[in-house]
């Protein structure tokens, strides 16, 4: 229970800021919204025959493509949202909105006012380029006239955030969808100006057509085109590559050439074999000659010995034509003195080759070796004349195999050329009928195409907004005032959690981990009259929650205690001994002010109260210590009384140190109980303690018993004999 008595005087706490600032906020509102624009709607639904419409892929049995389907649908709506589609949509609205604005009379195109903030806002040269009723003209005209810079009033209108109708940010706003997965397409536009919100819609719906069909007809225009040209190419080329093997085969007159390539070839197996024989005599006539020459050489010599001396001549004067040409035209280097040098050498060793032939000719001239006998002569007559014989068959037989070589020299390159043209002939006849091919499916895909764009219609035409939508000005405002209670309280509540004031008993304990044994209640302006009577009550009931804890041993003895100086310990302190004293205890209060030192070896090192204090005829000892941030108590002190009690005021912060010597203090304290008492509490806290203070009027009765959460109880009339009984014997 009370955690929600703490979370009622919470919100009770907050009242005036959870009251105020909504209400400040919501009136802020009010204010701003006292001029918020109407919206009017327009929309229309576009049929377009994608999934239920003909289809001639189904129609040949190719099935039904759903991916391809869903696809063109999407790609429709892509298609709207485009800044291309969107660009044209902003000119010709822009261009419709200067032709047929009125600045004095509302129409269906646009408000006068509207017509008039445009005209302002745009500049002469963009006015001129206005063609009055011939909107298609004005478009090109801007069209023609836009340039890409930030300057150019055509080009930022579509751009310009400040382009209230016909920027891209509002054009964006256009909402296109899907009905379920039919074919419809619905699109919905919300602006502030009927006339431009109903032609917005309209221009759109043209602009999306004429783009989905140039789109969709020039990709299948241009495959056709390009289809027939490239079949036109692979025609000629065809034609041609046929007309150049026919010319070919004409100028090699090659009839056929693998039958003739056939006959070549029996005819060479037939000529190596005969080849061979002839090749066999002719070896076998020169091997007998030139055994025969080395019996009857007499002769033969002479001629060798004569055909070494020319060589030898010859050799003599090429060396002496290369000397000449490096003495006469050399370079004078190293390496051509060198080179020159070898070859002089070289030159006089041929010289003396030729002296020593010319020597050995003239010695076999008359030797035995030079006769000959003449059997040896007749055969050697003989086997020339057969070597001659097949010298004679091996010329003729050279000039055949040459021949039949230069036949296979003839066909060889012909085989591969036309191997080469067939080749190309069948690549060429292949490319020509994959064209086609293409070009048959590109004119099928045409027909396709002329068949579904012709299904594109509007069947749900826009209409003229002339009522505006509900505008969200009630829902702004509450929303206001809403997030405005929220925000307080969020506020709060987080300066509740981290705020280290004391200020009640729940919060006290909470933040010290201490126990609070009372509270006494501040001065008040409103209930002047009463703080003393609420102040003698709460003396009276903190003294209640003292008396428990009394002893058998006299006397009692209290330390009251405080962390910081002015915490109110001696008017505490006299306002109990004044309740205690009316009710017949011998009470005294033990001041450091007064009545010792406590910076003394008497009071520092004392063990009982006795040593420092005279209290022999006295009931209760009030012992007032010094503030703990001066000096600590003695542990003797505090183990000795009955009761430490800690005084704090409730408005105070409370602070590390203030902890640390708390927890200091109940740990010296020993088994003695020590409980924190509030000083200067608001009223409402010292009830906690006390019950209702004064002024017991009806009201202040009701809201007692409501945040007491007594809903259904029966009122208590604190003035009552039993309520007010403030006698001795009932203390």
């Not at 890409?148 to 909402?175: C, Q, R």
């Not at 024989?277 to 080395?294: F, G, N, P, R, W």
């Amino acid at each position: 229970m009370k955690y929600f008595l703490y979370i009622g005087r919470f919100l009770y706490r907050i009242r005036v800021w959870l009251v105020l600032l909504p209400i400040l906020s919501v009136i802020y509102m009010i204010w701003k919204t006292r001029n918020m624009e109407r919206t009017y709607e327009a929309h229309a639904t576009v049929y377009t025959g994608v999934v239920s419409g003909y289809d001639m892929g189904e129609t040949l049995d190719q099935g039904i493509d759903w991916n391809t389907k869903n696809g063109t649908i999407i790609n429709m709506m892509d298609l709207i949202r485009s800044e291309a589609t969107l660009r044209r949509v902003s000119m010709r609205l822009f261009a419709r909105c200067l032709i047929h604005g009125d600045p004095n009379n509302d129409n269906i195109y646009l408000n006068a006012a509207t017509y008039r903030w445009i005209v302002e806002r745009t500049p002469k040269y963009v006015r001129d380029l206005v063609v009055k009723e011939d909107e298609d003209k004005t478009v090109e005209n801007f069209f023609a006239n836009v340039q890409p810079n930030n300057k150019d009033h055509l080009y930022g209108l579509f751009m310009w955030e400040a382009s209230k109708y016909f920027g891209v940010k509002d054009l964006k706003t256009i909402n296109i969808s899907r009905l379920e997965s039919s074919d419809m397409l619905k699109i919905e536009y919300t602006n502030n100006d009927p006339g431009i919100t109903y032609q917005t819609i309209l221009i759109l719906i043209k602009e999306f057509s004429d783009q989905y069909q140039q789109l969709r007809f020039g990709e299948t225009n241009d495959a056709i085109a390009y289809f027939t040209k490239e079949l036109a190419d692979a025609k000629l080329k065809l034609n041609s590559a046929e007309d150049e093997l026919t010319n070919y085969n004409l100028e090699k007159k090659v009839i056929n050439y693998t039958d003739e390539t056939k006959e070549v070839a029996s005819l060479t197996k037939a000529f190596e074999m005969q080849y061979q024989d002839v090749a066999m005599a002719y070896a076998k006539a020169k091997a007998t000659v030139e055994s025969l020459e080395q019996r009857i050489n007499f002769n033969v010599n002479n001629m060798r010995q004569n055909t070494i001396f020319l060589s030898k001549l010859k050799k003599v004067s090429e060396l002496q034509t290369e000397i000449t040409n490096i003495e006469a035209f050399g370079q004078k280097s190293d390496a051509n003195i060198e080179k020159t040098a070898q070859l002089k050498r070289q030159l006089r060793e041929d010289e003396n080759a030729i002296l020593a032939l010319k020597d050995t000719l003239n010695e076999n001239k008359y030797s035995q070796e030079g006769i000959v006998r003449k059997q040896f002569v007749d055969e050697w007559l003989e086997q020339s004349l057969e070597l001659a014989k097949s010298e004679a068959q091996k010329r003729v037989m050279d000039q055949w195999k040459n021949e039949l070589d230069q036949k296979y020299v003839f066909y060889a390159p012909i085989g591969s050329t036309i191997k080469s043209k067939e080749r190309e002939i069948d690549f060429t006849e292949r490319t020509y009928l994959s064209l086609q091919n293409g070009l048959n499916a590109a004119i099928l895909r045409l027909r396709q195409l002329q068949m579904t764009t012709n299904t594109l219609k509007v069947t749900n035409e826009p209409s003229y907004p002339i009522s505006p939508l509900p505008h969200q000005r009630k829902m702004t405002v509450t929303l206001t005032g809403i997030c405005t209670i929220l925000f307080v309280l969020l506020y709060f509540l987080i300066l509740e959690l981290i705020d280290r004031t004391l200020r009640d008993r729940i919060r006290a304990e909470r933040i010290t981990n201490g126990r609070v044994l009372g509270a006494i209640p501040g001065d008040t302006r409103r209930y002047r009259q009463f703080n003393t009577q609420a102040k003698e009550l709460a003396i009276r009931f903190l003294a209640k929650a003292i008396v428990p804890y009394f002893k058998e041993k006299r006397p009692v003895v209290i330390n009251l205690i405080s962390m910081n100086a002015h915490e109110g310990k001696h008017l505490i302190a006299e306002m109990l001994r004044s309740y205690w004293q009316a009710n017949g205890i011998r009470v005294k209060i033990c001041s450091y002010h007064t009545d010792y030192n406590p910076h003394s070896d008497r009071y520092v090192l004392s063990q009982h109260f006795s040593d420092f204090c005279d209290a022999c005829d006295f009931d209760l000892i009030l012992v007032i210590h010094q503030p703990l941030i001066r000096e600590s108590v003695p542990s003797a002190l505090l183990q000795e009384a009955h009761m430490n009690v800690v005084i704090v005021k409730a408005h105070a912060t409370w602070k590390n140190i203030d902890q640390e010597a708390l927890e200091s203090l109940q740990t010296q304290s020993g088994e003695t109980p020590t409980f924190i008492v509030l000083n200067q509490t608001s009223r409402i806290v010292t009830e906690d303690f006390t019950g209702m203070l004064p002024p017991y009027t009806p009201f202040r009765q009701w809201m007692y018993r409501l945040s007491q959460l007594g809903l259904t109880g029966d009122t208590v009339n604190p003035d009552s004999e039993e309520a007010n009984d403030t006698s001795t014997e009932e203390s």
